[in-house]
């Protein structure tokens, strides 16, 4: 899973085998190792889409029906916006596809095949 953070957006981008851990119910995380400290995140189901930030950790909770259903479809992505006190966070959750040119050193073997690649 990778995580981008830009201003108020939060976007994560899943492996093939990250979608169907979700769609099973189950979580998906990643950590960080920094100088003296780490961070994670994770993406998990729950009835509400909510963001909350502990001890190192963003949570990220998308709605159960919604993964799962796209986790089966041909759709790219989940598109949320949840309010925050300084404005809307915007969510987005997108299947990750292999890159259009080739990145020596990155295992795309789990990426969804893109569908711009020529075939």
Request: aromatic letters at 6%; a negative charge; charged letters at 25%.
């Amino acid at each position: 899973m990778k995580l981008r953070i830009k201003g108020n957006s939060i976007r994560l981008r899943l492996l093939q085998s990250e979608v169907a851990t979700l769609a099973e119910g189950g979580t998906v995380n990643e950590t960080t190792s920094l100088p003296g400290a780490s961070f994670s995140y994770q993406l998990a189901a729950s009835e509400v889409s909510k963001v909350e930030l502990k001890h190192n950790t963003l949570f990220i909770f998308a709605q159960d029906d919604q993964l799962k259903s796209w986790a089966t479809s041909e759709d790219v992505g989940i598109y949320s916006t949840l309010p925050t006190e300084n404005g809307d966070l915007r969510i987005t959750i997108e299947k990750d596809f292999t890159c259009l040119t080739s990145r020596p050193n990155e295992d795309e073997t789990d990426n969804y095949p893109n569908p711009k690649a020529s075939h």
